[in-house]
């Protein structure tokens, strides 16, 4: 019986390199699912929540943790089946919204308020959990990065066709393929690259999104693939009333422009689209400053200006 090769290395440094937590716990969802979280920076902190997208991990915001823990409270977390969260039986979109609401509960006080941040399927996550009380009470402001909330296959550009059914049926077999990954090889970041990032993005860039996708279990890879290719959250958008940023890659071929034009059409309290010209998909790596600032200049306005910090919490208690 043939064994997995093992997970390829994250970086070991520069500012992808993944940073040592202030704290780790794990957190229990409704059904019974373990997820590993991660809290950084100073307790008393405004808090930013960063849920990661489809084949990553909590080393995927690397980048902004680096910057935002100096002066926030930055909570981040593995999806089930990614990073060091194990997998589950139960992949669906009512998942990711049980498990986001298990990640608030366990980290936040009660009607404390957090800048709520999802890149592509942690967007997703964002949209499904729209609807739910512990989501609403910990929600002051959103930022969607590089996501959707339909379509995903058909709409898809990684198979360099013209839109219809045959590309659609192409799109999804590759993207849902049980193949392994394989080591991280000069052909392996180019192919990366091509489907997921801009022609511009540094070498250091896509080393740094090699190695978090290449590491992600082929099995989880599979089974929220097919999660992806169904979904349909757009009442969840419709849904989604905190003030709401979103943020995409005009070069995006996972998640194309049209899909956040759509966001922002359907959201209740849109608050900016921000374009990033030559940014692919991964744009919180290939474009780390101006997700952070985003981040920013959203938990001044919406957490820091109408939030209370814990220990404020605890006083008027």
Not at 59 to 78: E, G, K, S, T
Request: some cysteine.
């Amino acid at each position: 019986m043939s064994r997995s090769a093992p997970a390829p290395a994250l970086v070991a440094d520069g500012r992808y390199t993944p940073p040592a937590p202030s704290r780790e716990l794990t957190v229990v969802s409704a059904d019974g699912a373990r997820l590993h979280a991660e809290v950084h920076g100073p307790e008393n902190a405004p808090p930013v929540v960063l849920s990661h997208g489809w084949t990553c991990s909590t080393a995927f915001w690397a980048a902004q943790i680096r910057d935002l823990a100096a002066d926030h409270r930055v909570i981040a977390y593995d999806q089930r089946g990614h990073g060091r969260s194990p997998a589950s039986s139960a992949c669906t979109t009512r998942a990711l919204a049980d498990d986001l609401e298990a990640v608030l509960a366990e980290t936040l006080a009660p009607g404390e308020k957090a800048l709520i941040v999802g890149h592509s399927m942690g967007g997703m996550t964002i949209m499904a959990a729209a609807t739910r009380p512990r989501f609403r009470e910990h929600a002051a402001a959103v930022l969607l990065c590089s996501t959707g909330s339909s379509g995903l296959v058909e709409e898809s550009r990684v198979v360099p066709m013209r839109a219809g059914r045959v590309r659609t049926w192409l799109t999804e077999r590759i993207l849902g393929s049980r193949a392994p990954l394989g080591p991280v090889t000069p052909v392996a970041k180019s192919i990366l690259k091509y489907a997921t990032m801009g022609a511009g993005s540094a070498p250091h860039m896509v080393e740094a999104c090699a190695r978090i996708v290449h590491a992600c279990p082929r099995g989880a890879r599979h089974t929220w693939a097919g999660v992806l290719a169904a979904l349909d959250l757009d009442h969840g958008v419709r849904e989604l009333h905190a003030p709401t940023a979103v943020v995409h890659g005009a070069s995006d071929r996972l998640t194309p422009p049209v899909h956040a034009r759509a966001l922002v059409a359907a959201l209740p309290q849109c608050v900016g689209l921000t374009e990033l010209t030559g940014v692919g998909h991964m744009s919180p790596i290939e474009a780390p400053d101006l997700v952070t600032g985003r981040i920013r200049e959203l938990v001044t306005t919406y957490v820091t200006e109408h939030g209370s910090t814990p220990a404020q919490l605890k006083e008027g208690a």
